[in-house]
């Protein structure tokens, strides 16, 4: 294995590739299993919109489970394809079906591994008598007066905890396509570290590249089209055709970002099974 490195660059020219070879598959699957539960989503929760807020929480959490689901299940089938191109649209649904279960589950799995990082927050606020109510509907007076020590430690902790995070996420970068083609579930988790190792750097670079992408793009239409909408809708609250037309841009913005992304990764997994475990065939 020695002397086997993944290129970055090599690994984003086979995404372009396959994207270009196969933009009417990837098109109908992100339409149908990301971008309509993304706008559809989106539509709901403003349409549900109510004055109470505890019924619309409940309301707008049900709604964003079904559509996470969804989007779970394209991401799995985008997955499939990348891996196998001769699946098509159905054959790659067809996987996608028989491995969400395992993919959901660990999905669950890898986020109470990143919520325990978050216990030391959890422990001090709770300690502290942090108003959560007021804290959720964005009420800065919630929190808590703090003694300096407490508040230098949680400082600190966050100095440490954002590399730790971008590592472990740069660990965990390929365990879709593990649980999906190797058909593991915990073990999925092992395997990823092992696959990944010597390269969460570079990882992280480009985990960083594509927020920076993301975050600008979003930032740049969200802020045109929504200033346009706003004038248009006249501070009505609730479900308008503006929010509409917004949802269904946003839509179009995080369908994008989440088929390179995914598509991304899975080349990423081809070639670190490719370079590391040459006699591997992927059929």
């Known amino acids: 294995m020695e002397g086997h490195v993944v290129k970055m660059g090599a690994v984003w020219d086979r995404t372009t590739k396959f994207l270009r070879a196969n933009s009417g598959a990837v098109l109908t699957i992100s339409a149908l299993a990301i971008f309509l539960p993304t706008v559809v989503g989106t539509v709901l929760q403003a349409a549900l919109a109510g004055d109470d807020p505890t019924s619309t929480s409940a309301a707008g959490g049900i709604v964003s489970l079904i559509t996470t689901i969804i989007s779970m299940l394209g991401q ?5 394809l990348a891996i196998d191109a001769t699946l098509g649209t159905s054959g790659a649904f067809s996987v996608a079906g028989r491995r969400l279960l395992p993919v959901i589950g660990v999905s669950i799995l890898v986020s109470l591994i990143f919520l325990l990082l ?3 927050f959890i422990v001090i606020l709770f300690g502290s ?3 959560w109510a007021a804290l959720q509907a964005g009420d800065a007076s919630a929190m808590p007066e703090m003694a300096g020590g407490m508040g230098l430690f949680l400082g600190l902790y966050t100095v440490v905890l954002i590399p730790v995070i971008f590592w472990l996420a740069a660990r965990f970068s390929v365990i879709m396509p593990v649980v999906v083609w190797e058909r593991l579930g915990v073990g999925a988790i092992g395997r990823t570290f092992r696959l990944t190792k010597g390269y969460a750097l570079k990882i992280v670079g480009v985990f960083i590249l594509f ?3 993301f975050i600008v793009a979003g930032l740049a239409i969200g802020g045109v089209f929504g200033a346009i909408f706003a004038l248009t809708t006249d ?6 055709v503006g929010g509409i037309l917004m949802a269904i841009i946003m839509g179009l913005l995080t369908v994008v970002f989440t088929v390179i992304y995914t598509v991304f990764l899975t080349k990423l997994y081809k070639s670190l099974i490719e370079e590391t475990e040459p006699a591997a065939v992927f059929e």
């Open 129 to 131: 008598g942090v108003d």
């Open 76 to 80: 799995i089938a985008l997955v499939a």
């Open 118 to 120: 978050f216990l030391p």
């Open 235 to 240: 501070g009505v609250q609730g479900l308008t």
């Open 211 to 213: 927020l920076i992408v």
